[in-house]
């Protein structure tokens, strides 16, 4: 298979097997103009598998929500056909409007409008809890 080469852009990769497209979704690449490439189960030594996304261009993007769904993603920033950047995201310490409650007695069910948003608190084990409701996120 062959993907071409980036001048100027992004890779995400070590993305988690299976998880690309969801990330994908999540940082709404379908809205971009540019190439954007999905390579689901590449090989890898440390993962076995993983996931790889190549975006031609150079866009923000959200690293606690690339930190919330694995931190040992990388990021690679390309310029001139060069990685000029590698970045690893942290998790966060909050999460907002990426991850629902599923309480139906959370005050996020009846405010429709209400941000959802979740705390860390169980960094060692990646838990997260609602604001509101204090429900383990899943």
Request: charged share 30%.
């Amino acid at each position: 298979m062959l993907i071409g080469t980036i001048v100027d852009g992004i890779v995400i990769d070590h993305i988690p097997a299976g998880r690309g497209m969801e990330l994908y979704r999540y940082l709404e690449l379908d809205k971009l103009q540019c190439e954007v490439a999905l390579i689901k189960n590449a090989p890898s030594g440390k993962l076995g598998k993983k996931d790889i996304l190549k975006v031609n261009e150079v866009i923000d993007l959200n690293f606690d929500l690339l930190g919330y769904i694995d931190p040992h993603i990388t990021v690679n920033i390309i310029r001139n056909g060069q990685r000029v950047e590698k970045r690893h995201p942290d998790l966060p310490e909050t999460i907002r409007g990426v991850i629902r409650c599923k309480n139906p007695r959370c005050i996020t069910s009846c405010e429709q409008e209400l941000e959802h948003i979740f705390k860390l608190t169980d960094r060692e084990n990646r838990v997260y809890r609602c604001i509101y409701c204090d429900t383990k996120a899943k």
